[in-house]
């Protein structure tokens, strides 16, 4: 099985400054996430002047009356931004990936031979978008947050219709709210999306710490994404619902242990490391006291005890009425020598 593909999604948490974008991919290369992902678009072309921000966006920033188009035009990066951004990460040997969010910024983020399209929460209604990307014929995936089973189906279908196979295609359950609260995780949507759909799934996390993508992991995630920053205290929309360098290289270290954790074949059965801690840790049938040759068994001559080389205390009562061929000290390991 292929390892699980981890998405250290830098966003806009480099407010604008090409520095601050450098040193996240510093601390996600630090992490060994397999990509670093930024956001590509222009406000003018994504939003109106008028829209306001989302309330999580006005709290984080601390700036109500501030609208999304004044935000989000600080936080655009240039295309000298992007070629220097992606020659870092070379340097850095870690992937380069950023979200579009309009036509436009698809066909660019092709042009720069991206070999994945990430599609956020927001565009998974957005036809001509959809089609534009599916019709890079490169895989695709496709964040859930805000979606009903019906805007995933009718998503699914544009790409499909337009280029992207099946096979290429991620669905990430997701939930919008920054940070989201545990009761809205509804982490088992995940599958039913997998089963609903027979689509490989994975998991973009918007809660606090690191246990729910963890947990994503465990059930099934083959993709997971999660926010992360420099510093939770930063000022902008998403530090506060991001992880730290620390925290990132953990949920990292986290995940590689549950999927090797999760990785035999099924087969209950010991593993070769513990066949050495089988005689220490079971029993053999050991003598209650000390008894002559030719005694005739009882349960009360006999007492389970470590080490567990011996007769299997299974066979107690193919051991009963047995008798003696020697005579037997207390806590003598009993064997089948011992017996006629």
């Not at 009356?65 to 035009?73: G, R």
């Not at 509804?186 to 999306?193: D, F, K, P, R, W």
């Amino acid at each position: 099985m292929s390892k699980v593909i981890i998405i250290a999604e830098a966003g806009v948490n480099h407010n604008g400054d090409i520095n601050t974008a450098k040193q996240l991919i510093d601390a996600a290369a630090f992490a060994e996430v397999d990509y670093v992902k930024f956001q590509t678009f222009k406000a003018d072309t994504i939003v109106s002047q008028s829209a306001k921000k989302a309330d999580y966006q006005s709290k984080n920033t601390g700036n109500s009356e501030q609208s999304q188009y004044e935000m989000l035009k600080q936080l655009e990066l240039s295309e000298n931004d992007h070629d220097e951004l992606m020659a870092y990460c070379d340097l850095k040997n870690i992937q380069f990936l950023s979200s579009a969010f309009d036509v436009e910024g698809v066909s660019y983020l092709n042009d720069l031979g991206l070999n994945l399209f990430k599609v956020p929460s927001g565009e998974i209604t957005n036809f001509p978008y959809l089609r534009a990307i599916a019709q890079t014929k490169k895989p695709v995936v496709l964040s859930t947050g805000m979606a009903s089973t019906g805007d995933i189906e009718s998503a699914i279908k544009v790409l499909l219709d337009f280029g992207t196979k099946k096979e290429q295609l991620t669905i990430l359950h997701c939930n919008t709210e920054y940070p989201t609260p545990m009761k809205d995780v509804n982490l088992h949507a995940m599958n039913s999306i997998k089963t609903q759909f027979g689509v490989q799934v994975g998991y973009s996390d918007h809660t606090l710490g690191i246990e729910v993508p963890i947990a994503a992991v465990a059930l099934g995630a083959r993709v997971i994404e999660k926010h992360f920053t420099l510093d939770n205290t930063l000022p902008g929309p998403d530090h506060k619902a991001s992880l730290e360098p620390e925290a990132l290289k953990e949920m990292v270290l986290s995940i590689r242990n549950i999927e090797e954790a999760i990785s035999g074949d099924g087969i209950k059965q010991p593993s070769e490391s513990e066949q050495k801690n089988r005689p220490i840790a079971r029993k053999s049938i050991h003598l209650s006291k000390d008894i002559k040759k030719g005694t005739v068994i009882t349960e009360a001559d006999m007492i389970p005890l470590r080490p567990g080389h011996g007769i299997s205390p299974m066979e107690w009562n193919t051991v009963l009425g047995k008798t003696t061929t020697r005579d037997l000290k207390k806590h003598d390991l009993l064997n089948w020598a011992d017996l006629s």
